[in-house]
C-alpha cells in the first residue's frame, strides 16, 4: 500500500503493546489496556455476552481467530498505531489483534499465521 511503512510485530510484543482502549466490553478503567490484558477482559466476559446484546461486535474475535487458523484468513494483519500525548497506543486492528494472540496462545505457531504487521 502506498504511503503505509509495514514493520513486522511478534506476539510477545503485540501482548504488551497498549491500546487506545482503556473500558472494554463493560470493563471500566482509567489507564490504556494492552492488547494482552484486553484479550484476558474477553476471555472473561464473552462467555456470558450474548450475541444479540453484543452491540459493538466485540464477539468478531472468536470468527477472526477461526479464520485465522484455518487458514481463511486472507491477508495480513495489519493494525495501525498512533502517537497521543507522547503515548504509542494500537488504534485500528485491536480485535484482529486480540484474535492473533489468542492463536499464537492457543499453540499455533506464528508461522501458521498470516503475517502479523504494524503500520507505523
Not at 466476559?45 to 485465522?68: G, N
Request: hydrophobic residues 45%.
Amino acid at each position: 500500500m502506498l504511503g503505509m511503512a509495514l514493520q513486522p510485530l511478534s506476539a510477545k510484543e503485540l501482548a504488551q503493546t497498549p491500546t487506545l482502549f482503556a473500558s472494554f466490553m463493560g470493563y471500566m478503567d482509567r489507564r490504556y489496556k494492552t492488547v494482552g490484558q484486553l484479550l484476558e477482559i474477553y476471555r472473561e466476559r464473552s462467555r456470558a455476552l450474548p450475541v444479540s446484546e453484543d452491540r459493538d461486535d466485540d464477539l468478531r474475535v472468536e470468527r477472526f481467530m477461526d479464520d485465522m487458523a484455518g487458514n481463511r484468513w486472507r491477508s495480513d494483519v495489519v493494525i495501525r498505531i498512533g502517537v497521543f500525548d507522547g503515548v504509542v497506543l494500537v488504534v485500528d486492528g485491536i480485535h484482529r489483534a486480540m484474535a492473533y494472540l489468542a492463536c499464537v496462545e492457543r499453540g499455533i505457531s506464528p508461522d501458521g499465521l498470516p503475517a502479523l504487521l504494524v503500520d507505523c
